[in-house]
Structures are given as structure tokens and as C-alpha cells.
């Protein structure tokens, strides 16, 4: 019976993701139990260069795709190829973090490969039998549904970003390097992706900050968000916000924590002025330690907060941030 464990790695300017490595960890404890091995997935050129930091991280094989067409991500290239790996290398269980790309891909391959796909789990463990069984937010983080794949073969799961432990890095690991082809050649893609435009200047996303920073509607307008950058900066923290301010155009959707926004699990979450709608607790409720800033002793913000102050951010949030650079 097939028991390795593949993850695939997503890269960004040639550097494997965290919630990549954390999906390492993950597998490294399930083939740990199994008395089997990790294998990773590296597409693109200049693959190779991330197997020496695979390895420390937990890999023992890095399969490296690296033909040219596969440098930014497509649907039918990539899905593709995470298929054909997992068929031909036998996996049991397939892992890839639960990013923006990690959502997209995992249920197409899932779906190439006529098997089961678990989405967004917060634990996740395999038995003796193969069968993987994980948990995962449901009712909009209210409530955890544990969900198993049983028969089908590979089990296929995404995995929350921050919510597991970035694995310690072991130099003395080595892992072994194996080459593959693409599993779709450039001229048969039905659809390439010719470029990726990032702003000029790129912030910390939200999805993979292990602190967040997040205003809401109480900082009253956009030029006050200052006083939430300031913070972030002094604490080297991403930029979050509500639904409300980004409606408003107060700062772009890429920044929205809650539902229809993006989901974190920092270590530590700050709202500031954020009231607490169920909207915006489902994208952040699963977060390590919640401090919340609101002038409103009632707001909801501070039922599911392990920290609050009752106080007039304008006062509050620059004493905070004077606070911190002087510990700093």
C-alpha cells in the first residue's frame, strides 16, 4: 500500500512560501507515523534551488520540474503535474498549503485524479489504514466539522496558513533530488499566464503574517489608517481591515479580513475600531491571541478578544505604537 506523503511547494521569487514549509511539517509528522517518507513538488525553473531548504524543513525526496513554462502559475499545467506525481510516486496523501493558488489547485487535482479533497483543515492525522481525518471551521469559525477521507486514494488537503508550526530547520538533513518533465507541454496549454503585476510596493500579505494589524469603520476615515501602518510597521506586521472600510475604499480588497475576504490565524491579531461582525470574525477567529481596540465597551469584538481596551484609539493606538518602539 502506497504511504508516502507529497506536498507541493508553492514558491515566491524563487523562495518556497511558509504555509509550504508548514505543510512540510505536517507531512514529516504523519510519514514520521506511518514509517514513511516526504516528498515534495517543486514546479518551475530554478526548482532545484529550494531542495537543500526542503530538505532541512523535512523532505527526504524533492521531485523538480523545472520547464520554462511552468514560472507562473497555471491552473491546467500545475494541476496537471501535481496528478501525474502523486500517480506515479504512489502517494497516500497529497498536502499543499491553503493559499489563494493552494485552493485553486488542490480540488482540480483532486478532481484529475478521481479522489477526495479535505479543504482548509485546521488538524489533520492519518491512521494506520490511510485514512486521513481532519477539522475545519464551519457556521463562519463558530463550530469545527471533522471530516475523513476513508477509501479514496490519495487523500488530498489543503491547510490553513499559520495555523500549524513552522517545522525547525535540521541542516544536517539532506534530501534526494529526482527531475521530471512537465505533465503538460507549453504548445498543448489550453490557457498561459504571460505575466504577474504586483504593486511597486509590496506589503505583508494578511494570509501569512504571523501578526496582523486590522482598522475598521472607528478610524472615522482613510488618511487616519496612518495610525494603523505605524503600528503594523513598529511591529513588523501585515495590514488588515473590515469589510466596511474596503467597501468604503478606504484601502484595497487585498487587505479585507472575514468571509468574503481572507482568512488568518496570526499569532497575534489587533483590531482596531472594528466592531466585530460575524462577517469579520469568520476570517479571523481561528487567530493565536486577539487584542481589540474599541471606544464601545459593548462591541462584540471584545466577547471573542483575550484582550481588550475600552478607549479612544486616536490615544490608544499611538501610545501603543510609542510603546513598542521603545521596547524595540
Not at 530547520?169 to 504586483?198: H, M, N, Q, W, Y
Not at 481572507?262 to 469579520?280: E, R, T
Amino acid at each position: 500500500m502506497a504511504k508516502n506523503v507529497l506536498v507541493f511547494v508553492e514558491r515566491r521569487q524563487g523562495e518556497p512560501k511558509r504555509p509550504s514549509l508548514e505543510a512540510l511539517g505536517v507531512a514529516r509528522g504523519i510519514a514520521d507515523g506511518l514509517s514513511s517518507q516526504v516528498e515534495a513538488l517543486v514546479l518551475g525553473p530554478g526548482a532545484a534551488e529550494s531542495v537543500e531548504m526542503l530538505a532541512h524543513h523535512g523532505a527526504d525526496r524533492v521531485i523538480c520540474v523545472e520547464d520554462e513554462h511552468l514560472e507562473l502559475y497555471a491552473a491546467e499545467a500545475y494541476a496537471a503535474s501535481l496528478a501525474d506525481t502523486a500517480r506515479e510516486r504512489e502517494a497516500a496523501v497529497v498536502l499543499v498549503g491553503g493559499t489563494a493558488m493552494g485552493r485553486d489547485l488542490a480540488p482540480r487535482a483532486a478532481a484529475r485524479l478521481e479522489t477526495a479533497c479535505a479543504s482548509d483543515l485546521v488538524h489533520v492525522e492519518v491512521d494506520g489504514n490511510g485514512t486521513l481525518r481532519g477539522r475545519r471551521p464551519v457556521y463562519s469559525g463558530k463550530a469545527l466539522a471533522t471530516v475523513a477521507i476513508p477509501a479514496a486514494r490519495p487523500c488530498v488537503a489543503t491547510l490553513r496558513p499559520t495555523v500549524f508550526p513552522l517545522p525547525e530547520a535540521d541542516d544536517s538533513r539532506s534530501a534526494e533530488r529526482i527531475d521530471g518533465p512537465a505533465a503538460v507541454p507549453p504548445d498543448a496549454l489550453k490557457v498561459r499566464t504571460i505575466r504577474l503585476e504586483t504593486p511597486a510596493e509590496r506589503e505583508l500579505d494578511v494570509a501569512e503574517a504571523s501578526i496582523v494589524v486590522s482598522g475598521g469603520r472607528g478610524l472615522k476615515e482613510p488618511e487616519n489608517f496612518s495610525l494603523v501602518r505605524e503600528l503594523a510597521k513598529a511591529l513588523g506586521a501585515a495590514v488588515g481591515a473590515s469589510r466596511a472600510v474596503v467597501d468604503a475604499g478606504w484601502i484595497p480588497h487585498s487587505h479585507q479580513v472575514g468571509q468574503t475576504g481572507k482568512v488568518v490565524s496570526p499569532n497575534l491579531y489587533i483590531a482596531c475600531g472594528i466592531s466585530g461582525a460575524i462577517q469579520h470574525l469568520a476570517g479571523m477567529s481561528s487567530s493565536k491571541v486577539i487584542v481589540a481596540i474599541n471606544k464601545d465597551a459593548e462591541a462584540p469584538i471584545f466577547k471573542l478578544a483575550d484582550y481588550g481596551i475600552v478607549g479612544d484609539l486616536f490615544e490608544v493606538l499611538p501610545a501603543l505604537t510609542a510603546a513598542v518602539k521603545e521596547l524595540r
